[in-house]
């Protein structure tokens, strides 16, 4: 029973913090470069991906400088998020369309076991690319940019944010959530992707 109650409280304390989160997405800003004025989410400056090295599902390291020369699309997530899920099946999608085009699809899950994400998303949602487990949110705060929302944690400011890396190594796009102008579908992260190839 306790355990249900934490999980609604801590679902109730996302929503409220997607609330101010979105009231502050206007002036997020990375470390080296800032998203345009024109919100399309692409970084005006050339930023240099934080490198990473994390288990998959499978217990194989997936590390992001093996993936030099190939497009990556990084999605951050967790199993509670109804945003990550409603992603879920668009990423799928994506991967499908895109694998034959050097683009390498991830998805990074914060701070959850093994055993539910396997259940709760890979299974759920039949995805059939890597999904990498962040168990600490080291790497998932090591994207978010410093000047959104200072009283979240770090890897609370990431999830449900789309990043595209382009094959030197740089980030490209940053999508960070807005339920307003919520983009399941990947509509513009598929325009910048295209963009790119």
Not at 45 to 59: C, G, H, M, Q, Y
Not at 66 to 85: E, M, Q, R, S, Y
Not at 162 to 169: H, Q, T, V
Request: aromatic fraction near 6%; proline fraction near 4%; glycine fraction near 2%.
């Amino acid at each position: 029973m306790a355990a249900i109650k934490k999980d609604i409280v801590q679902k109730l304390l996302f929503t409220l913090c997607l609330i101010c989160f979105v009231a502050c997405k206007q002036s997020s800003k990375t470390e080296s470069g800032k998203l345009n004025t024109n919100d399309s989410n692409v970084l005006e400056t050339a930023v240099k991906a934080p490198e990473f090295s994390l288990k998959t599902l499978n217990d194989s390291i997936i590390n992001l400088n093996d993936l030099l020369g190939k497009i990556v699309v990084v999605h951050i997530a967790t199993t509670w998020c109804p945003f990550c899920n409603a992603e879920a099946p668009y990423l799928e999608a994506l991967y499908n369309n895109y694998k034959d085009k050097n683009v390498v699809v991830l998805l990074i899950d914060v701070k959850e076991p093994k055993a539910l994400v396997l259940q709760k998303l890979k299974n759920k949602y039949k995805l059939s690319f890597p999904i990498l487990l962040d168990l600490d949110g080291k790497v998932a705060a090591s994207y978010a940019p410093k000047d959104v929302l200072p009283e979240l944690d770090r890897d609370e400011v990431m999830l449900a944010s789309n990043l595209i890396i382009d094959s030197e190594g740089n980030i490209k796009y940053m999508s960070l959530l807005d339920s307003k102008n919520f983009d399941a579908e990947l509509i513009q992260l598929q325009k910048e992707l295209n963009e790119l190839l």
